[in-house]
């Protein structure tokens, strides 16, 4: 098992920034590759940015290309996933998930493991 700990979402004026951590510990041994996706009520889960072991590979949605960056630290244990989001715009409102796997991929149906979330809200 792999428990992920999502922090750092909160409310911010548009054009703002957030950075969000993930905390994973357990056996991440079994992941490759850890994620970041955001859900509002009644939409489906949309996967935001990838990053995978052994070269670092990352992977982004078009709509946060540019604005968004994800990153991971690697200690003893736990391995820790950010997600630094600028330039934040209303639409980015959203639960942020964290969630681990072994195949890269921005679709949900990827990761095993999933956070419970935090929230982020953008006011215009």
């Known amino acids: 098992q792999v428990q992920l700990v999502e922090s750092g979402g909160g409310s911010v004026q548009a054009g703002g920034s957030l950075r969000l951590s993930c905390a994973a510990s357990g056996y991440t041994y079994t992941t490759r590759c850890m994620g970041w996706f955001r859900q509002t009520p009644g939409k489906e889960r949309e996967g935001v940015a990838t990053i995978c072991t052994g070269g670092g590979r990352t992977y982004y949605a078009d709509s946060v290309k540019g604005r968004f960056t994800i990153s991971q630290d690697n200690a003893e244990n736990t391995v820790t996933v950010y997600l630094q989001m600028n330039s934040l715009k209303p639409e980015d409102t959203a639960m942020y998930h964290c969630?681990?796997?072994?195949?890269?991929?921005?679709?949900?149906?990827?990761?095993?493991?999933w956070g419970q979330g935090t929230q982020v809200t953008v006011s215009s």
């Open positions: 969630a681990a796997g072994w195949y890269v991929s921005l679709s949900p149906d990827e990761y095993t493991y």
